[in-house]
């Protein structure tokens, strides 16, 4: 399966070109705090931001954004929407970087003793969302073209 393709496909498409640039504008400011990439008390680059973990929530973001159009895309289509696709775009949600906002989305959640332990791995938690957002993405894109991995005759393509 061609990836690029069937993303050119999706995006091709006016409205949900204007959806993926709308997740970006609304998911990037909002990564950016919680990630302590942008300070929120003077809308500024923090200083001291890590580039590893700023290239991660670029990647999370733009990833969620592409996902969020897919599932937009497939949705409208009337094509399986799995567990997987939802699961990657919502593990997103919990990747900040930030060791003060990480235990914000934890304490709303009731998890507020985990962040502790959770602050230190951050980073991990940012690759693992990643990787579920790839897995998310590969899905839904089959289903962009209704492709199976099973052929006819039983055996995996």
Same mark, same amino acid.
């Given at each position: ?17 204007? !959806?993926?640039? &709308? ?13 302590? &990439? ?14 590893? #973990? ?24 009337? #094509?399986?929407?799995? #567990?997987?696709?939802?699961? /990657? ?14 235990? &914000?989305?934890?304490?709303?959640? /009731? ?5 502790? @332990? ?9 690759? !693992?969302?990643?990787?579920? !957002? @790839?897995?998310? !993405? ?15 005759? /039983? #055996?995996?393509?």
């Amino acid at each position: 399966m061609d990836y690029t393709k069937a993303v050119g496909d999706v995006l091709r498409q006016a409205r949900y070109r204007v !959806l993926f640039v &709308i997740l970006l504008v609304i998911l990037a400011p909002i990564f950016a705090v919680t990630s302590d &990439i942008i300070v929120p008390s003077t809308l500024e680059l923090n200083p001291i931001a890590d580039p590893v #973990k700023i290239v991660l929530m670029v990647l999370i973001v733009t990833l969620m954004a592409l996902n969020g159009a897919v599932l937009f895309h497939n949705y409208e289509a009337r #094509k399986n929407v799995g #567990k997987t696709t939802v699961l /990657g775009t919502v593990g997103a949600l919990f990747t900040t970087t930030c060791p003060v906002c990480q235990p &914000i989305w934890l304490v709303w959640l /009731g998890f507020g003793s985990a962040s502790a @332990f959770l602050a230190d791995i951050s980073i991990y938690v940012a690759l !693992l969302s990643l990787s579920l !957002l @790839f897995v998310s !993405l590969h899905y839904s894109l089959k289903s962009v073209y209704n492709t199976c991995e099973v052929n006819l005759n /039983g #055996k995996n393509s």
